[in-house]
T-cell receptor
Framework: DTAVSQTPKYLVTQMGNDKSIKCEQN?????MYWYKQDSKKFLKIMFS???????INETVPNRFSPKSPDKAHLNLHINSLELGDSAVYFC?????????????FGPGTRLTVT | EDQVTQSPEALRLQEGESSSLNCSYT??????LFWYRQDPGKGPEFLFT???AGEEKEKERLKATLTKKESFLHITAPKPEDSATYLC???????????FGAGTTVTVRA
């Protein structure tokens, strides 16, 4: 029973390409997040959706666009990929309406831009 | 500026050698302090939430404590399977996000 799943696990692509990463959670949570973890292992929040509404939109290039078709799914589309986009991207979820602030993370998507 | 700092960056322990990791925070209005464990190639795994100074939580060989300015993760008699990166994160009042520290990488040798 995978709680938070991401696809793909690995993504290797060339500069300038457009790619998407998908995330799904089966925990019944109402809020989902995208984080970027760089080579120094620092986790930085990018976006968050609560019941399909964008609630966190950190300073991220507008080449990154999140989309939440429903509260169980959050996708991340990246246009015109650059070398600096290489990182591990994590999806997470929690239940804000239930007052449960601990976030549960997916396994990550390692993006390599060549 | 709100900040979460973890020390040390890396910790090498002999099996059975107890130690502590530190997470200090300079934030206004802490709602909760979270500890996670991250194994190589995997996502962070939730360990504990602490809400108020003086609170303690335990799980197997791990114990987390919280003061008004910092949190400690104590590892008692560690085993090699406790080797991982331990992350702390602060959740602020009137905010949705977690602010993570850079982590402490613990290596336990048999």
């Amino acid at each position: 029973d995978t709680a938070v799943s991401q696809t793909p696990k690995y993504l290797v692509t060339q500069m300038g390409n457009d790619k998407s990463i998908k995330c799904e959670q089966n925990l019944g949570h109402d809020t989902m997040y995208w984080y970027k973890q760089d080579s120094k292992k620092f986790l930085k929040i990018m976006f968050s959706y609560n019941n399909k509404e964008l609630i966190i939109n950190e300073t991220v290039p507008n080449r990154f666009s999140p989309k939440s078709p429903d509260k169980a799914h959050l996708n991340l589309h990246i246009n015109s990929l650059e070398l600096g986009d290489s990182a591990v991207y994590f999806c997470a979820s929690n239940d804000l309406s239930g007052g449960a602030y601990e976030q549960y993370f997916g396994p990550g998507t390692r993006l390599t831009v060549t | 500026e709100d900040q979460v700092t973890q020390s040390p960056e890396a910790l090498r322990l002999q099996e059975g050698e107890s130690s502590s990791l530190n997470c200090s925070y300079t934030v206004s209005g802490l709602r909760g302090l979270f500890w996670y464990r991250q194994d190589p190639g995997k996502g962070p795994e939730f360990l504990f939430t602490l809400y108020s100074a003086g609170e303690e939580k335990e799980k197997e060989r791990l114990k987390a404590t919280l003061t008004k300015k910092e949190s400690f993760l104590h590892i008692t008699a560690p085993k090699p399977e406790d080797s991982a990166t331990y992350l702390c994160a602060a959740h602020l009042v009137n905010d949705y996000k977690l602010s993570f520290g850079a982590g402490t990488t613990v290596t336990v040798r048999a």
